[in-house]
């Protein structure tokens, strides 16, 4: 059992280039999440999705856009990358108030 | 604005002894309050929750002691262990209604157990 799964594990990207992060999840959750993770800020959630076809905002949604077009994947989407968005990213699916989190994507932008 | 404030940052606690980590909210609209651990280079996990119609709640050597009044809970780690090492994240929840199903974290806490 997988449970959460997020590809890649790590990226550079310069800014203003463009990239996918993609979180598969196999529990058949409804709920999905997107976090980034910053020194000294804990998790902030930038989109989560409640079923497929459905996203929302978060707290922090400025320069992120997700897609769930599949039950199983949520994406997250970067159209021009900027330093701000070093970070780590952590994607969730959750059922009955448990979150489980993937292992994380640390991303880096130049 | 934190709507879960968190401390302390970090804490470093002798093995053998009671880790203490304290949350405090606003929003009493929140009805769930979980703790996460995270271990190093991996997503945090669920390790123990309380909603608020009970003051305690224990599971092993991880007790959380929630204070409605007072809007606040903490984590209390006894016995602590050198592979408690960890960062622990506080959360709270809104009550249950479709389409509010997000949790707000705190900043976290660095814990490290030393020998």
């Known amino acids: 059992n997988a449970g959460v799964t997020q590809t890649p594990k790590f990226r550079v990207l310069k800014t203003g280039q463009s990239m996918t992060l993609l979180c598969a999840q196999d529990m058949n959750h409804e709920y999905m999440y997107w976090y980034r993770q910053d020194p000294g800020m804990g998790l902030r959630l930038i989109h989560y999705?409640?079923?497929?076809?459905?996203?929302a905002k978060g707290e922090v949604p400025d320069g992120y856009n997700v897609s769930r077009l599949k039950k199983q994947n949520f994406l997250l989407g970067l159209e021009s990358a900027a330093p701000s968005q070093t970070s780590v990213y952590f994607c969730?699916?959750?059922?009955?108030?448990?979150?489980?989190f993937g292992q994380g994507t640390r991303l880096t932008v130049v | 604005q934190q709507q879960v404030k968190q401390s302390p940052q970090s804490l470093i606690v002798q093995k053998g002894g009671i880790s203490i980590i304290n949350c405090a909210y606003e929003?009493?609209?929140?009805?769930?309050f979980p703790w996460y651990q995270q271990f190093p280079g991996k997503g945090p996990a669920l390790l123990i929750a309380i909603r608020p119609d009970v003051s305690e709640k224990k599971e092993g050597r991880f007790t959380i002691s929630f204070n409605k009044s007072a809007k606040q809970f903490s984590l209390h780690i006894m016995d602590s262990q050198p592979g408690d090492s960890a960062t622990y994240f506080c959360?709270?929840?809104?009550?249950?209604?479709?389409?509010?199903?997000?949790?707000?974290f705190g900043t976290g806490t660095r814990l490290t157990i030393i020998p």
């Open positions: 929003n009493t609209a929140f009805d769930y």
């Open positions: 969730a699916s959750s059922y009955l108030d448990r979150a489980f």
């Open positions: 959360a709270a929840k809104v009550k249950s209604n479709f389409g509010n199903e997000k949790l707000t």
């Open positions: 999705s409640v079923g497929e076809g459905t996203t």
